[in-house]
């Protein structure tokens, strides 16, 4: 599935049309925590890390993502296609730690 198609197909769900960017702004941020969660109790708390848990969150943060876009009209693709763009400027050889 192509960004953009994601981004359309999110879209049917959103719902209200007053302070929809705060809502998927605060959405994101409480979202983005319970994927911290998991993470959190896997390295510190020995916790098996739930793999269909974390895709569901994963999920979840980026409908957030996808609909902060839309409502500033910004296409999902263009923010896939600007980040990737950027990683290569900025690690055109791909990453490697310091020596």
Known sequence: ?????????????LYGNE???????????GEAGQLIYLIKDYTFKGKDLDRDKMVHELGDVLWYLSQIAQWADIPFDEVAKNNIETLNKRYPDGYSPAK
């Open 1 to 13: 599935m192509e960004f953009n198609e994601y981004q359309e197909k999110a879209n049917r769900t």
């Open 19 to 29: 302070q929809v960017l705060t809502n998927c702004a605060l959405g994101l941020a």
